[in-house]
């Protein structure tokens, strides 16, 4: 309903007031006079039909706005009582009324106020129309941003290429390319992603069913890393356990040019994986609980090596991980130690480490379990995943896994910093060694003094491990407490080393270790054989008379 007042704005005549004039002074200093005159006014015969009509226009707006029906405020009333003397006096002369406040367009993302034509009854007051709503675009999916169109059109366009002249799908030998030209993943890929698009264990996956895995589930626009998760993770679960990584790594095995030699020693393939998987958790997992999360997976390093060890002919070449030379040696070395092979070491097995290089009271640390806990159910056991992270905590003690390892191993009472109480206890143990070798003897207050020169601490009197990470030489500290032979290298640093170290900064400790060690080991295997062969040969020249 339309709502119109009749009547000409601002026609009061001041004469109806009937009052001698009264100074503008005069109504501020005594407010009750200004009430007085509104009372007088009131009470006019000409004003009571202007206040009647007033309020029906009041009346019927208010009931107009809770109906719901836009108002028209036109320039006459349907009151029939309404005339042209009795109109609505205004509050300022007319082009006199002040500008409302600008309405700041950022005061909500959600609405924006639209305001309505000008009053005819010249008053400073402004209608304002219903809100209208501001469509914001969608910023969360659920299952990952759809991809724009150009790109879904581009995908399609070479999946219908790959699954041209193939009706019925593609079995697992011919859905490899489908991994590595379409999806861009590493190729060892391919029988997990076919697994999880053949949910039915059919054998084929068909266009149809890869179309809506990869396209419609918004695969397409993930980050590698997340497509990596989604892939190999089980369903229910928002982590990566070992097994998760067993299927990848069985087809590495068995499609890598690398690797074809092992492909007659199964057992040795199995050690193999499980290796790779200890490295992979030893780094990236930085909870230590066995489940790698999304993040984790991100922030590591993984994504890179997978897709290098793809590209790569020789493993070797590939030292984050997928190294068949450092597993070598980290099972050798394990091998070596473990003298009944029953696949456990003691405390007496792993003190002949590195040539008895650690003191007793590391190695009864490290069995204490403290620094981490034996995955093996013997008691007083460690079994082969406990001694890859040892190996590789010892080996590398500028990565972070290693110095958290080593820190929990020295602070004694567990408090988060470490003490000098803590590191003489330790360092105890090396005096005593060096004075039995005939070595000249450091003081630990000699010995203080360097490693607070070398971390640099804020308090001289603890270290925390933060300061630690941030020292280049805090793997040298940990050598001094309990790692005699190494103590005894840095003192005596050779220039060779330090000129290697400086030509290939990007290998690690433990890459140089394991270059080293495999070198040694492979002579070793070298000689035995030479010698096996030449006493096979003077057997056979011992034999051939007969």
């Not at 405020?73 to 029939?80: D, I, L, Q, R």
Request: aromatic share 12%; glycine share 6%; with cysteine.
């Amino acid at each position: 309903m339309d709502v119109d007042y009749g009547g000409e704005a601002g026609c009061l005549d001041p004469e109806l007031l009937q009052l001698n004039e009264v100074s503008p002074l005069a109504i501020k200093s005594n407010p009750y006079v200004a009430e007085k005159l509104f009372e007088q006014w009131l009470s006019l015969p000409e004003t009571t039909p202007l206040v009647r009509d007033v309020f029906f226009l009041v009346k019927s707006l208010i009931n107009n706005a809770k109906a719901g029906v836009p108002l028209n405020v036109s320039g006459a009333t349907n009151s029939p009582k309404a005339t042209s003397g009795n109109a609505i006096p205004s509050m300022f002369p007319a082009g006199s009324a002040p500008p409302l406040s600008p309405r700041s367009s950022s005061g909500s993302p959600r609405i924006s106020k639209q305001r309505a034509g000008p009053s005819v009854l010249a008053s400073p007051l402004r209608l304002v129309s219903e809100p209208a709503k501001e469509l914001i675009p969608q910023f969360y999916f659920q299952n990952g941003r759809p991809p724009p169109n150009e790109i879904k059109e581009r995908c399609l366009f070479r999946i219908n290429q790959f699954f041209y002249g193939h009706p019925e799908g593609l079995q697992l030998l011919e859905f490899k390319p489908v991994t590595k030209e379409i999806c861009k993943l590493p190729s060892f890929f391919s029988t997990a992603l076919f697994k999880r698009i053949d949910v039915n264990g059919t054998g084929v996956v068909t266009r149809e069913a890869f179309v809506d895995y990869w396209v419609h589930n918004n695969m397409l626009t993930k980050d590698v890393a997340t497509q990596i998760f989604t892939i190999l993770k089980q369903p229910d679960l928002r982590y990566l356990t070992h097994e998760d990584f067993k299927p990848i790594l069985r087809e590495l095995l068995a499609t890598h040019p690398g690797l074809e030699f092992l492909q007659s020693t199964p057992e040795f393939q199995e050690r193999y994986a499980e290796t790779v998987i200890y490295r992979i958790f030893y780094y990236m997992n930085r909870a230590g609980n066995g489940r790698l999360t999304l993040r984790e997976l991100k922030r590591g390093n993984l994504v890179a090596a997978m897709m290098h060890a793809d590209e790569e002919e020789d493993i070797n070449k590939v030292l984050r991980y997928f190294s068949y030379e450092h597993f070598y040696v980290i099972y050798c070395k394990f091998w070596e130690l473990d003298t009944d092979h029953d696949f456990l070491i003691d405390k007496e097995n792993l003190i002949r480490y590195g040539n008895h290089a650690l003191t007793y009271r590391i190695v009864d640390r490290i069995f204490s379990q403290v620094p981490r806990k034996f995955t093996s159910k013997v008691e007083g056991k460690m079994g082969y995943e406990d001694f890859v992270y040892f190996i590789l905590s010892e080996e590398d003690k500028s990565s972070e896994p290693s110095l958290e390892y080593w820190f929990k191993c020295i602070d004694l009472d567990g408090n988060g910093v470490l003490t000098k109480n803590e590191m003489q206890f330790f360092y105890e143990e090396q005096l005593h060694r060096m004075e039995c070798m005939a070595q000249e003897p450091v003081i630990f207050e000699d010995i203080l003094c360097q490693i607070v020169d070398m971390v640099g601490p804020k308090d001289e009197g603890y270290f925390t491990l933060r300061e630690l990470k941030g020292s280049k030489l805090s793997g040298s500290v940990f050598n001094i407490l309990f790692n005699l032979n190494k103590f005894m290298a840095y003192e005596s640093r050779d220039p060779f080393l330090i000129r290697q170290e400086r030509e290939n900064p990007t290998l690690t400790e433990w890459d140089r270790f394991a270059h080293r060690e495999y070198i040694r080991l492979s002579m070793e295997e070298d000689a035995e054989d030479a010698s096996n062969g030449s006493a096979d040969v003077w057997d056979e020249s011992l034999e051939a008379p007969f």
